[in-house]
């Protein structure tokens, strides 16, 4: 019998599609408000630059570009799948004020700066050294009143979830992600 293909973690969203959605509270006219409670001028909404990291197919993104014609948005992510799922959404709209885009957030070089940085369900799940390249990334490219929007999961997953993420450990191919060695607290790794 062939021997199982050892999947990347990062590729894992290329061999099982990840749909995404709309999140209210990633929306910069949501961020804006929360800014201003917290005394931050955040710039004009309706020209702002925005990137997301980790933006899958976009499907956060795009009902933003469509809503605000005038601000451009720009998403990252490693799944080239989702990627070009997404941009094809993007020229069937005939959108012209976003760019998705097929990398890794460790590659990302662009300067900037962008008014907002939204990383929406992405933070929880990377390496310590991941989560210290999208930190330092939002700090290189937020501008100075820009405003960041990391999500984070204080609480690991009920049962339910880890149950399916068990079933989800192994791919169509009837491969596994590679998990050997992890030790963190709570994990649902297969062993
Ligand atoms: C759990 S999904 C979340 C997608 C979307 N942001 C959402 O909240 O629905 C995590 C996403 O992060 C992407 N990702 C993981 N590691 C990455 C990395 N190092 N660079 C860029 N994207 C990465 C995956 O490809 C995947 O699309």
Redesign the pocket.
């Given at each position: 019998m062939e021997a199982p293909t050892p999947v990347a973690?990062?590729?894992?969203?290329?061999s099982v599609a990840?749909?995404?959605?709309p999140?209210a509270q990633t929306h910069p006219d949501r961020l804006a408000t929360m800014g201003a409670l917290f005394g931050v001028e955040a710039a004009p909404i309706s020209s702002a630059r925005v990137l997301?990291?980790?933006?899958?197919?976009g499907?956060?993104l795009l009902p933003m570009a469509v809503a605000l014609p005038d601000a451009t948005f720009v998403g990252?992510?490693?799944?080239e799948g989702?990627i070009a799922r997404g941009m094809q959404i993007a020229d069937d709209l005939a959108l012209r004020n976003i760019t998705l885009s097929a990398?890794?957030?460790?590659?990302?070089d662009r300067s900037g700066p962008f008014d907002f940085v939204?990383?929406?369900?992405?933070y929880s799940?990377?390496?310590p050294e991941?989560r210290d390249?999208?930190l330092a990334l939002c700090v290189r490219v937020l501008s100075a009143t820009g405003i960041g929007y990391v999500?984070y999961n204080a609480r690991r997953a009920p049962p339910c979830v880890r149950a399916s993420g068990r079933c989800c450990a192994s791919t169509p191919r009837g491969s596994r992600i590679p998990t050997s060695g992890c030790t963190r607290r709570g994990c649902c790794c297969p062993s």
């Open positions: 973690e990062c590729c894992v969203y290329d990840y749909p995404g959605r999140f997301e990291l980790g933006c899958g197919d499907e956060n990252v992510d490693a799944a989702a990398e890794t957030i460790e590659s990302f939204i990383a929406h369900g992405v799940w990377m390496a991941v390249s999208l999500s």
